[in-house]
């Protein structure tokens, strides 16, 4: 082999070797890109929550409810997608709060009957209702929540407990689902937990507005 073709074979060979080298760089990076998008993109099924105010005594069916007119914590938090949202304290009018778990079979039960009531016009108009997204566990049910409350048609807003739940302990939760009524100043007018017809629901409302 003459020295000039041994020349053009070195300098071939290393521009091969550049281009190879080239494409793993460019393959790690998009392989990085797209990793961090897919996190991005992704909803976090539990977020912070802070409260202020004294928190309610645990519920128990057994005996004549404490927390009837105590004032509620005020609880902040995020919905799904990021939106700032809170429970308690005044409003525009009363509230009902339902606290709900993706696994519950009895929340799974429930969610229908409140929709029946909503699209039957059932629920006062004045009374704003709002959905807890509480208890989250990877390992169990209809997980990820975020996709399940959807997938239920809930029409309502929804606020995203944190991992400890503790915007359901703060308002005295012992149960699932876990129904909280609170008049526009934010004051508890009754609380219930465990599965109901909509006529139930429909009726526990209209007694808690009376």
């Given amino acids: ?16 070797l550049i281009l ?9 990076t998009g392989s990085d890109d797209a990793d961090s998008g897919a996190a991005g993109d992704s909803v976090e099924q539990t977020r912070p929550v802070e409260m202020v105010g004294e928190a309610l005594p645990e519920y128990d069916a057994s005996v004549a409810d404490p927390a009837i007119g105590m004032a509620s914590p005020v609880v902040t938090g995020e919905q799904f ?15 009902l709060l339902v606290f709900l778990a993706h696994w519950c079979p009895h929340c799974n039960a429930e969610i229908p009957e409140l929709i029946e009531l909503e699209e039957a016009g059932a629920i006062p108009e004045e009374l704003g209702v709002i959905g807890i997204s509480t208890a989250a566990a ?7 929540p975020s996709e399940w409350i959807v997938e239920k048609g809930w029409p309502w807003p929804t606020m995203v407990d944190n ?15 876990f129904l909280v009524m609170l008049d526009a ?6 609380r219930q937990s465990g599965e109901s017809t909509a006529e139930q629901i429909k009726l526990w409302i209209d007694t808690a507005l009376a």
């Fill in 1 to 16: 082999m003459n020295p000039r073709n041994r020349t053009f074979l070195i300098v071939g060979a290393v521009i091969v």
């Fill in 185 to 190: 100043d934010g004051t508890v007018l009754a």
């Fill in 138 to 144: 990877s390992d169990r049910p209809n997980y990820p």
């Fill in 20 to 28: 190879v080298i080239a494409g793993i760089v460019v393959l790690a």
């Fill in 163 to 177: 991992a400890q739940s503790d915007a359901f302990l703060d308002f005295g939760g012992s149960g699932f689902p």
């Fill in 81 to 95: 997608d990021g939106t700032a949202i809170s429970i308690g304290g005044p409003a525009d009018g009363p509230t």
